[in-house]
C-alpha cells in the first residue's frame, strides 16, 4: 500500500469517528446505561480471547490497538 | 547492555516509589480522628485457559519448509483486590500469572541429531502485577505496572504507567499508556551455522549461550465515548517502537545458491496501529461488536484487520456468540521464500512476514446465571470459545478457551 492510499485511508478513519463523536452523541444518565453496562457491551476484548490475541500477534505481523500484547515474550516457533 | 542497567535500575526504583506509595495511601493519619482504615477486599478472580495447535508447512527454523506443528497449553489466573483510601480514591491491585507449555516440531530441526534438545518443548511464566487509583470524583485514575516473562531462550521484563480521565457527563474518556519490555533473547543458533567457540548446544550446556538485547517501547492513546443508550465506540491509536536484535538466531535462510545463513533483520521497528472499536446494542436480544486495526510499519508491512461478533442473548443469563475475523497484510520489504534470497543486507523466510491473508472464525457461549455457575455462587461467569484459523499460505490452527470469573 503506498503513502497516499494510507494516508487516504486515516483521513477516511478519522472524518468517520469525528462524525460519530461530533454529530450523534447525546448525554446518557447513569439510570439509562443498562444496555451499555451489559458485560459483553465492554469495549475491551473478551478475558476468554486472551490467548487468541496472543498468537494472532506471533503469526501475523501487525500487532497493537487491540489490547494485546505489543512486546515481552518471544513467540518464537 | 549499559541501557539495560540504568533501564532495570529506573525500573526498580519506579516499583520501590510505587510500593511506598502505595504504604502512604493505605497507612493511618492519626491528626484525622474520623479516618478508619478500609481493608482491601477480594472483587475478582479470572481462570483463563486454552489449547492451541497449528500445522503448516513454511516452518521459519528450516528456512520457509518443512512442519510447523506446534501445540500449546496455556492457563493464567488474575486476582484483583481493591480498597479505599483516606481520600476515597480506590485503589485495585491486580496480580496476574500465566503458565503456557508449548511442543514444537520445527525447534527439532535446531540441531536434528539432538532431538530431545530443550527447545522443542519449553514452558513460558509470566507473573505480572498492576496497581490503579480511582478517583471516582474527579472521574481520574492512574496506573502502574511490572511484568516478567522467561522461557529457555527468552527473558522479558516489563514496565508500564497509565493514565485515564473521564469527561463531566461520564459518557467519555481518555485513556494514556506508555509500555517498556527489556527481552534478553538467547542466540541459540542452527547447528551447522555455530561459531566453533560459541559452547552450547547440547542438553545441559544452556548456561553457555550467549545473549543479546531486544527492546520494545509504545506509547497508547485512546479515546471512547457513549453515543447513545446502545451505542458505544473507542479509537485507539499507538507507536511501538523496537530496538535491538529483532530476528531469532535459529531461523535459517537458504540463498539462490544453496548456501545457508541466519535471519537478518534491521535492529529497529516502527510500527504504528490504528483501531477502531464499535459495539451496538440491537434490540433486546443481539449485541453487536465490530473492531478494525489499521496497522503500517517500516519494514514495509501495512495491514488490515476487522472484526465482528454477534452475541445473540437466549435469555438474560445465556448467550451465544458467532465470531469473524478477516486479516490481510503485504510482506516485509525482506521476506523471500527458500532459496530465493539473492544476498541482500537484510533477509528473513518467516512466513509470519510474507503477503497473506487470513481467516478466523468460530462461536462461543457464556453463561452467567443469577445463583451462580453449576449453583455455585462464587462462579460468577462462565465463557467457553472455539475458532479456526486459516492462513491464504497454507498454515491452520484451532483454539479452544474456557474462561471462568469468580466473584
Same mark, same amino acid.
Given at each position: 500500500?503506498?503513502?497516499?492510499?494510507?494516508?487516504?485511508?486515516?483521513?477516511?478513519?478519522?472524518?468517520?469517528?469525528?462524525?460519530?463523536?461530533?454529530?450523534?452523541?447525546?448525554?446518557?444518565?447513569?439510570?439509562?446505561?443498562?444496555?451499555?453496562?451489559?458485560?459483553?457491551?465492554?469495549?475491551?476484548?473478551?478475558?476468554?480471547?486472551?490467548?487468541?490475541?496472543?498468537?494472532?500477534?506471533?503469526?501475523?505481523?501487525?500487532?497493537?490497538?487491540?489490547?494485546?500484547?505489543?512486546?515481552?515474550?518471544?513467540?518464537?516457533? | 547492555?549499559?541501557?539495560?542497567?540504568?533501564?532495570?535500575?529506573?525500573?526498580?526504583?519506579?516499583?520501590?516509589?510505587?510500593?511506598?506509595?502505595?504504604?502512604?495511601?493505605?497507612?493511618?493519619?492519626?491528626?484525622?480522628?474520623?479516618? !478508619?482504615?478500609?481493608? $482491601?477486599?477480594?472483587?475478582?478472580?479470572?481462570?483463563?485457559?486454552?489449547?492451541?495447535?497449528?500445522?503448516?508447512?513454511?516452518?521459519?527454523?528450516?528456512?520457509?519448509?518443512? /512442519?510447523?506443528?506446534?501445540?500449546? $497449553? /496455556?492457563?493464567? @489466573?488474575?486476582?484483583?483486590?481493591?480498597?479505599? &483510601?483516606?481520600?476515597?480514591?480506590?485503589?485495585?491491585?491486580?496480580?496476574?500469572?500465566?503458565? =503456557?507449555?508449548?511442543?514444537? #516440531?520445527?525447534?527439532?530441526?535446531? =540441531?536434528?541429531?539432538?532431538?530431545?534438545?530443550?527447545?522443542?518443548?519449553?514452558?513460558?511464566?509470566?507473573?505480572?502485577?498492576?496497581?490503579?487509583?480511582?478517583?471516582?470524583?474527579?472521574?481520574?485514575?492512574?496506573?502502574?505496572?511490572?511484568?516478567?516473562?522467561?522461557?529457555?531462550?527468552?527473558?522479558?521484563?516489563?514496565?508500564?504507567?497509565?493514565?485515564?480521565?473521564?469527561?463531566?457527563?461520564?459518557?467519555?474518556?481518555?485513556?494514556? +499508556?506508555?509500555?517498556?519490555?527489556?527481552?534478553?533473547?538467547?542466540?541459540?543458533?542452527?547447528?551447522?551455522?555455530?561459531?566453533?567457540?560459541?559452547?552450547?548446544?547440547?542438553?545441559?550446556?544452556?548456561?553457555?549461550?550467549?545473549?543479546?538485547?531486544?527492546?520494545?517501547?509504545?506509547? &497508547?492513546?485512546?479515546?471512547?465515548?457513549?453515543?447513545?443508550?446502545?451505542?458505544?465506540?473507542?479509537?485507539?491509536?499507538?507507536?511501538?517502537? *523496537?530496538?535491538?536484535?529483532?530476528?531469532?538466531?535459529?531461523?535459517?535462510?537458504?540463498?539462490?545458491?544453496?548456501?545457508?545463513?541466519?535471519?537478518?533483520?534491521?535492529?529497529?521497528? $516502527? !510500527?504504528?496501529?490504528?483501531?477502531?472499536?464499535?459495539?451496538?446494542?440491537?434490540?433486546? +436480544?443481539?449485541?453487536?461488536?465490530?473492531?478494525?486495526?489499521?496497522?503500517?510499519?517500516?519494514?514495509?508491512?501495512?495491514?488490515?484487520?476487522?472484526?465482528?461478533?454477534?452475541?445473540?442473548?437466549?435469555?438474560?443469563?445465556?448467550?451465544?456468540?458467532?465470531?469473524?475475523?478477516?486479516? *490481510?497484510?503485504?510482506?516485509? !520489504?525482506?521476506?523471500?521464500?527458500?532459496?530465493?534470497?539473492?544476498?541482500?543486507?537484510?533477509?528473513?523466510?518467516?512466513?509470519?512476514? /510474507?503477503?497473506?491473508?487470513?481467516?478466523?472464525?468460530? #462461536?462461543?457461549?457464556?453463561?452467567?446465571?443469577? !445463583?451462580?455457575?453449576?449453583?455455585?455462587?462464587?462462579?460468577?461467569? $462462565?465463557?467457553?470459545? @472455539?475458532?479456526?484459523?486459516?492462513?491464504?499460505?497454507?498454515?491452520?490452527?484451532?483454539?479452544?478457551?474456557?474462561?471462568?470469573?469468580?466473584?
Amino acid at each position: 500500500m503506498n503513502q497516499r492510499k494510507l494516508l487516504s485511508l486515516y483521513f477516511l478513519f478519522a472524518l468517520i469517528a469525528s462524525i460519530i463523536l461530533n454529530t450523534s452523541c447525546t448525554s446518557v444518565k447513569a439510570y439509562q446505561k443498562n444496555k451499555l453496562n451489559d458485560a459483553e457491551m465492554s469495549l475491551s476484548s473478551r478475558k476468554v480471547e486472551k490467548t487468541e490475541l496472543n498468537f494472532q500477534s506471533y503469526r501475523e505481523g501487525a500487532s497493537g490497538a487491540n489490547g494485546g500484547k505489543t512486546g515481552g515474550g518471544c513467540g518464537c516457533n | 547492555m549499559q541501557l539495560n542497567k540504568s533501564l532495570m535500575k529506573k525500573l526498580t526504583l519506579a516499583a520501590i516509589g510505587m510500593y511506598l506509595s502505595i504504604l502512604s495511601a493505605f497507612s493511618q493519619n492519626t491528626s484525622d480522628s474520623s479516618y !478508619k482504615p478500609r481493608k $482491601l477486599k477480594f472483587e475478582e478472580a479470572n481462570f483463563v485457559s486454552s489449547y492451541y495447535h497449528q500445522n503448516g508447512d513454511h516452518a521459519s527454523v528450516t528456512g520457509g519448509i518443512g /512442519s510447523e506443528k506446534l501445540t500449546d $497449553l /496455556s492457563t493464567s @489466573i488474575d486476582l484483583t483486590i481493591s480498597g479505599y &483510601d483516606k481520600r476515597y480514591r480506590k485503589h485495585s491491585f491486580i496480580f496476574d500469572l500465566g503458565i =503456557d507449555h508449548y511442543t514444537s #516440531a520445527s525447534s527439532d530441526m535446531i =540441531d536434528p541429531k539432538n532431538i530431545s534438545s530443550a527447545s522443542h518443548a519449553d514452558t513460558r511464566i509470566y507473573p505480572s502485577l498492576n496497581w490503579t487509583m480511582e478517583n471516582e470524583k474527579k472521574g481520574t485514575t492512574f496506573g502502574a505496572g511490572l511484568s516478567y516473562s522467561n522461557e529457555f531462550d527468552y527473558q522479558s521484563r516489563g514496565v508500564n504507567i497509565n493514565f485515564a480521565q473521564k469527561t463531566k457527563d461520564k459518557n467519555g474518556e481518555f485513556s494514556a +499508556k506508555l509500555q517498556a519490555y527489556l527481552d534478553q533473547v538467547s542466540l541459540i543458533y542452527p547447528i551447522e551455522l555455530r561459531p566453533a567457540n560459541s559452547g552450547g548446544g547440547g542438553e545441559g550446556d544452556e548456561n553457555h549461550y550467549a545473549s543479546t538485547a531486544r527492546n520494545s517501547f509504545s506509547a &497508547d492513546v485512546a479515546w471512547s465515548q457513549i453515543i447513545n443508550q446502545r451505542l458505544q465506540v473507542a479509537v485507539d491509536g499507538g507507536v511501538i517502537y *523496537q530496538k535491538g536484535y529483532l530476528g531469532l538466531p535459529f531461523h535459517r535462510v537458504y540463498f539462490n545458491d544453496a548456501s545457508v545463513h541466519v535471519e537478518n533483520l534491521p535492529s529497529s521497528r $516502527l !510500527k504504528i496501529p490504528l483501531g477502531l472499536r464499535a459495539n451496538y446494542f440491537l434490540g433486546d +436480544k443481539f449485541i453487536i461488536r465490530t473492531w478494525y486495526r489499521n496497522y503500517h510499519d517500516d519494514w514495509g508491512i501495512n495491514s488490515n484487520a476487522a472484526q465482528l461478533e454477534t452475541s445473540i442473548k437466549i435469555n438474560p443469563f445465556f448467550s451465544i456468540t458467532p465470531f469473524y475475523r478477516y486479516y *490481510q497484510q503485504s510482506a516485509a !520489504k525482506y521476506f523471500a521464500p527458500y532459496e530465493e534470497h539473492t544476498g541482500t543486507e537484510f533477509y528473513t523466510s518467516n512466513y509470519d512476514l /510474507s503477503k497473506f491473508n487470513s481467516n478466523f472464525f468460530g #462461536a462461543g457461549f457464556r453463561i452467567a446465571p443469577p !445463583k451462580g455457575v453449576f449453583n455455585n455462587q462464587h462462579i460468577n461467569a $462462565l465463557e467457553l470459545r @472455539i475458532g479456526h484459523y486459516k492462513r491464504s499460505d497454507g498454515l491452520n490452527s484451532n483454539i479452544v478457551s474456557l474462561s471462568l470469573k469468580f466473584k
